[in-house]
């Protein structure tokens, strides 16, 4: 897949909620965009909301509203993405180990 954009740095300088266990970054091409987040935590759940940075919003030139993701993997997690004029955030809720995909549309 083309481009890969690491999210974690930007969420740990945002976000004090955003542990180091935490690892996000957003890949994509023309067909596809994805978000992978993963919990590095054996013991500790992550809840916590995940920020894209403003360059990720340029490159994919995200427009303001809300909008359902789902995850593409297990299809089992659903969250919704909350695009402003100042930023965007997903809600995040993982247990220890878990991992998953997110594709935006």
């Known amino acids: 897949m083309g481009e890969y954009m690491e999210l974690h740095s930007f969420n740990r300088s945002q976000n004090p909620a955003y542990t180091n266990k935490a690892f996000a970054f957003a890949r994509w091409d023309e067909s596809q965009k994805l978000i992978v987040v993963t919990n590095f935590d054996e013991f500790q759940s992550v809840k916590t909301t995940l920020k894209l940075?403003?360059?990720?919003l340029k490159a994919w030139n995200l427009k303001a509203g809300e909008r359902e993701i789902k995850e593409v993997m297990f299809g089992k997690k659903k969250t919704t993405l909350r695009v402003t004029d100042t930023g965007a955030e997903i809600d995040l809720d993982?247990?220890?180990w878990e991992s998953a995909v997110f594709e935006v549309r």
């Open 53 to 56: 940075s403003p360059e990720l």
């Open 94 to 96: 993982f247990g220890p």
